[in-house]
């Protein structure tokens, strides 16, 4: 059964990086894409950015283009998202998901849709201070 294991959330003040980091267990050969959402108290649940490693196309929401970067690992189990230049309106729980899916639909038109992907992690939090 696939699992996703999200990590490297925490606190840091307006300004501030961190690098989140999420691992899929390896019980199914496809992990693309994956992508990172996240969810504020009282707001919907929205995409950050998500990776088609097939294709090499990434995807950013317009909120995070710039300072936010998503990566994966060689195994391609592993999703990174390197978060730059925070701001406190990107406070939030953050949270991995794939397609789980084999072989891989490559839908790279609806990237951004949380109905789009089969898997999720439980959520890291996100706190950004002013």
């Known amino acids: 059964q696939v699992k996703l294991l999200e990590s490297g959330g925490g606190s840091v003040q307006a300004g501030g990086s961190l690098r989140l980091s999420c691992e899929a267990s390896?019980?199914?050969?496809?992990?693309?894409?994956m992508a990172w959402f996240r969810q504020a108290p009282g707001k919907e649940r929205e995409v950050v950015a998500s990776?088609?490693?097939?294709?090499?196309?990434?995807y950013y929401a317009d909120s995070v283009k710039g300072r936010f970067t998503i990566s994966q690992g060689p195994a391609k189990n592993t999703v990174h998202l390197q978060m730059d230049s925070l701001e406190p309106d990107d406070t939030a729980v953050y949270y991995c998901?794939?397609?789980?899916?084999?072989?891989?639909?490559?839908?790279?038109?609806?990237?951004?849709?949380?109905?789009?992907?089969?898997?999720w992690g439980q959520g890291t939090q996100v706190t950004v201070s002013s």
């Open positions: 998901a794939a397609d789980c899916v084999d072989p891989p639909r490559l839908f790279e038109s609806i990237w951004f849709a949380a109905n789009y992907y089969s898997c």
């Open positions: 990776i088609f490693t097939e294709t090499n196309n990434t």
């Open positions: 390896r019980d199914t050969s496809n992990f693309s894409p």
